[in-house]
Every structure is written in structure tokens, then in C-alpha cells.
T-cell receptor, first 116, second 113 residues
Framework: GAVVSQHPSWVICKSGTSVKIECRSL??????MFWYRQFPKQSLMLMAT?????????EQGVEKDKFLINHASLTLSTLTVTSAHPEDSSFYIC????????????FGDGTRLSIL | DQQVKQNSPSLSVQEGRISILNCDYT??????FLWYKKYPAEGPTFLIS?????DKNEDGRFTVFLNKSAKHLSLHIVPSQPGDSAVYFC????????????FGTGTRLTIIP
């Protein structure tokens, strides 16, 4: 069964709207979660690393004021796309590694965000 | 700078035969490698992984081979089944999986019945 839950799976909204995406680890604690973005026919690109109890670490070129990340608890990280515009339309996916070393990251089912 | 590369964007294999997907990397700090299977509009599903201290890991129909000197890994699927048709991504990480994943560009595998 799924070990990482992501919600919502699909969002359509008007330009200028802020959208929040939730990522939950199921039955395990994740001090670190990762947020990726995938544009059509491209690979997954890491946006930021979400750290419980501290600020997120953003990859180069990702605007931290536009993509707000909050790791509220050991099982929940949220990504808020603020004042979304059509160019933010993409597939957003979160992941969390199982505890311990040499453990794979498991991914949520992703959120398809469409900005009109 | 593409640190993880999958040079074959697509691959077609007859059902029952072996599928071999290849991946190359350039960053010598990578020490943990993974293969994921992905369908459109879904998150990647973990298939198999390998640590840099090994050169082979097997799980059912899936085997991953790692050649550290060549910075190359491959995924073998045998026998291939129609349900294996999907996009396959290889990914690499440092610190034995506790760091972020760097993904390859993906290979679309089509199994022909």
C-alpha cells in the first residue's frame, strides 16, 4: 500500500490564486521530505528539501517566496504556490525516505496543477 | 549539467524477452542508485535499488547491475510482461539515500504482446 499520501491530486484555479498541496508520510516519521516538479515529457526536478523544525532548502532558480514550504510535523509537509500563474502549471510530487540509511524514497501520487 | 543520463528515450521489447535499461552518471559522490517506474499523472513507484558497495541486486524479475568504474548501471527485466510498459527513471543519491535524488531523463519501455 501507499506509504506517502499527497492531496489534492488535481487542482484547476484562476491566475493569482494561492494553492496548498499536502504531503503526508503514512505510518512512519519523516524529518525530511522532498518536493519535485515535472513538466510534460521532462524528468523530475527537485524544487526543495523540506526539513521538520527548520527552514526548507531550495534548489537554485526556485523562488522561496513563491513556493512556500512548511514542515509542520514529522508526518506532514505542505507546499503553497502563491499567486500562481499559468507558467506554474505542472505536476508537483513529494517524496519521503523511509527511516534509516539505504532506504528508498517513496513518492506521493502527485498533484496536477493547472492555472487558467 | 545532466548528472544522470538515460540515453535511450524509448525501448520496445517482445513479451517474454529481456528488457535492459541503461543509465550513466557523472557525479562520483553518488553512492545509492534507484529505479522507478512511472505512469502518466502518477508518482514514481519504487522498483529496486543498489548501494555502491554492491554490484548486483536482484528482486524477482528485476535485477540492477552497477559498474562503478564505468559509472554505469542497468536494469534487467526478465521475462518482460505487458504490464511493464511505462516510463522508467533511474535516480542517484549521496549519503546512502539520505540526500536528494537526481533523476535521469527517463526511458519509455513498451512491451509488445
Amino acid at each position: 500500500g501507499a506509504v506517502v499520501s499527497q492531496h489534492p491530486s488535481w487542482v484547476i484555479c484562476k491566475s493569482g490564486t494561492s494553492v496548498k498541496i499536502e504531503c503526508r508520510s503514512l505510518d512512519f516519521q519523516a524529518t525530511t521530505m522532498f518536493w519535485y516538479r515535472q513538466f510534460p515529457k521532462q524528468s523530475l526536478m527537485l524544487m526543495a528539501t523540506s526539513n521538520e523544525g527548520s527552514k526548507a532548502t531550495y534548489e537554485q532558480g526556485v523562488e522561496k517566496d513563491k513556493f512556500l514550504i512548511n514542515h509542520a510535523s514529522l508526518t506532514l509537509s505542505t507546499l503553497t504556490v502563491t499567486s500562481a500563474h499559468p507558467e506554474d502549471s505542472s505536476f508537483y510530487i513529494c517524496s519521503a525516505p523511509l527511516p534509516g540509511g539505504n532506504q528508498p524514497q517513496h513518492f506521493g501520487d502527485g498533484t496536477r496543477l493547472s492555472i487558467l | 549539467d545532466q548528472q544522470v543520463k538515460q540515453n535511450s528515450p524509448s525501448l520496445s521489447v517482445q513479451e517474454g524477452r529481456i528488457s535492459i535499461l541503461n543509465c550513466d552518471y557523472t557525479n562520483s559522490m553518488f553512492d545509492y542508485f534507484l529505479w522507478y517506474k512511472k505512469y502518466p499523472a502518477e508518482g514514481p513507484t519504487f522498483l529496486i535499488s543498489i548501494s555502491s558497495i554492491k554490484d548486483k541486486n536482484e528482486d524477482g524479475r528485476f535485477t540492477v547491475f552497477l559498474n562503478k568504474s564505468a559509472k554505469h548501471l542497468s536494469l534487467h527485466i526478465v521475462p518482460s510482461q505487458p504490464g511493464d510498459s511505462a516510463v522508467y527513471f533511474c535516480a542517484a543519491s549521496a549519503n546512502f539515500g539520505n540526500e536528494k535524488l537526481t533523476f535521469g531523463t527517463g526511458t519509455r519501455l513498451t512491451i509488445i504482446p
